[in-house]
């Protein structure tokens, strides 16, 4: 393929590429796109004359990249999220008026403790502002750096892989003790509460949202060379308070965890019978949107949202 140049290139082309690729059907991309599907495939052919390859193929799951076409959507989708960044850049940012969409990736846990905050200060403060909350996953640091995802929230389940990219940013936005629940009237607590002994006799309900089967009190057990029971394990937060209020098993978890699931379930709070690790879980963004008015609100605002639950240690 020969050398082009801007002055060349038509950029409907790449956007027509970019939502084969996503949607891997000619058809979805056409919708998404609102045009025709014959359009979507006349752009398509333009393109593979271009390159002098297929770029997508198909089988009997859709249309399939080739190597040349998974090798060009990274920095693709980089350069129209910061096309379109620049066509919609606002001199300055006021909420009140705005109706951006802010996204942000995490676990459960923030839709029942920050994020209500957050909603009712929203409601207030910035009507118009939508927000997106999807799931923990892979691609989380490409899709920062795309734009395509403005924040993460979490804590261990990401650390190790976010952590490894030196064009993202972090504050910590949660430092919390962890708790242990059980139900109400719990007849091997009701002598002499929660000691170790006891703690080791029970089943416990372990929260594992990387679906393992061991955790942090795991760990901190095999150093005092000790073992629990793992009576069950559930991928949300928000499960453990519902599994312990039926049943004899304990949960460890998180202080608003714990609070939460007191407030709207029969079971009581204990304080844990060995020292714990404090849960500590980050904010996560691209250096490129650290400047960025909206993007500056975005995060103070869900820091701000989650204040509670640092007990008064300060974001960095």
């Known amino acids: 393929m020969k050398r082009m140049h801007l002055t060349e290139a038509n950029l409907k ?15 979805r991309a056409a919708a998404r796109l609102g045009v025709t599907q014959p359009a979507v495939s006349h752009a398509l052919n333009r393109l593979r004359a271009l390159y002098r390859d297929e770029l997508l193929v198909r089988d009997r799951y859709g249309m399939v990249p080739t190597p040349l076409a998974i090798e ?11 096309l379109e960044r620049v066509l919609n850049r606002d001199v300055g940012f006021e909420p009140t008026s705005s109706t951006r969409v802010f996204s942000l990736a995490t676990v459960d846990h923030p839709e029942v403790t920050g994020l209500p905050v957050l ?3 929203l409601r207030k403060e ?7 909350v999807r799931p923990l996953g892979p691609g989380l640091a490409e899709a920062l750096a795309a734009g395509q995802l403005d924040t993460v929230l979490a804590g261990g389940e990401v650390e190790q892989i976010l952590a490894l990219d030196r064009g993202l940013m972090r504050s910590l936005i949660c430092s919390e003790p962890f708790l242990c629940i059980a139900r109400k009237g719990h007849p091997a607590l009701a002598k002499k509460g929660l000691d170790l002994e006891t703690y080791l006799s029970l089943p416990h309900v372990l ?12 760990a901190v057990l095999a150093k005092r060379r000790r073992q629990r029971r793992v009576g069950a394990t559930v991928a949300h937060f928000v499960g453990a308070p519902h599994m312990v209020a039926a049943s004899d098993m304990i949960a460890t978890v998180p202080r608003a965890i714990a609070e939460y699931g007191a407030r709207i ?4 709070i204990h304080t844990p019978p060995l020292h714990l690790p404090r849960g500590d879980a980050y904010l996560w963004w691209h250096q490129r949107f650290h ?12 820091l701000d949202a989650f204040a509670p639950n640092r007990d008064g240690r300060a974001a960095r």
């Not at 060009?72 to 910061?82: N, V």
């Not at 910035?126 to 997106?132: C, E, Q, T, Y």
């Not at 379930?265 to 009581?268: A, D, G, K, T």
């Not at 400047?291 to 995060?299: A, E, I, L, T, Y």
């Open 291 to 302: 400047n960025d008015p909206g993007h500056r609100w975005w995060r103070k605002a869900l």
């Open 119 to 121: 909603l009712a200060r």
């Open 13 to 27: 082309l790449f956007l027509v590429l970019d939502a084969v690729m996503a949607e891997r059907s000619v058809t």
């Open 126 to 132: 910035a009507p118009g502002i939508d927000i997106r």
């Open 72 to 82: 060009l959507i990274a920095p693709l989708r980089l350069g129209l999220a910061e």
């Open 265 to 268: 379930l029969p079971i009581e």
């Open 207 to 218: 929260v594992s949202t990387a679906g393992r089967d061991s955790g942090m009190v795991d």
